[in-house]
């Protein structure tokens, strides 16, 4: 009987241990799901994203575009946009964060673009030096820089997936 007793409490203390286990295991899960976003997908990109249009005897824009690894972007603006959403902003220098979920569809969207055009393959710069009113676009990809000025493949896709996120930013200037 005393066996019996020994036996029917172990076996009651491994039961309720296994349930507060999963119980505190259960609300892990569901705090971890909760800021998910925030704490699971923090680091959309491996590295800083470059996207940086050159000035033109035109009226063309001129800008750098920077996104961290922190989902932090960066603007400066030194030739304004004519039009689109980005027309009203004034020249200089703006920071915004990207929200994690975003990020991640920019950074898919932006990958898959690079894939297409076998980013990680191309030259590092495709020009010509004899033609002169042309805006450059320097692209920088996990850490591989293409300068496109005159000539090469058509990137225009990968622009867009990036010029995508210039537009869609709420960017707030800085002093």
């Known amino acids: 009987m005393k066996l019996t007793s020994i036996i029917f409490l172990f076996s009651l203390a491994s039961v309720l241990s296994s ?18 976003d925030t704490q699971l997908d923090a680091q959309a990109i491996q590295s800083a994203i ?3 249009r050159t000035a033109c005897f035109g009226r063309c824009p001129a800008f750098k575009f920077v996104w961290n690894t922190d989902n932090s972007v960066y603007l400066k603006l030194t030739r304004p946009f004519q039009d ?12 915004a964060s990207l929200h994690p979920s975003r990020a991640k569809q920019y950074a898919e969207a932006i990958n898959s673009a690079a894939e297409l055009c076998h980013y990680s393959s191309l030259e590092d710069e495709y020009d010509n030096p004899r033609v002169t009113d042309l805006p450059a676009t320097i692209t920088v990809i996990n850490g591989k820089q293409v300068k496109a000025r005159y000539g090469g493949p058509d990137l225009n896709t990968l622009y867009s997936a990036i010029q995508t996120i210039l537009d869609e930013t709420e960017w707030v200037a800085t002093e």
């Open 19 to 36: 349930c507060t286990t999963y119980r505190m295991q259960r609300s892990i899960d569901v705090a971890n799901a909760a800021v998910g």
């Open 50 to 52: 470059t996207f940086e």
């Open 84 to 95: 689109g959403p980005l027309s009203s902003l004034q020249l200089g220098e703006f920071r």
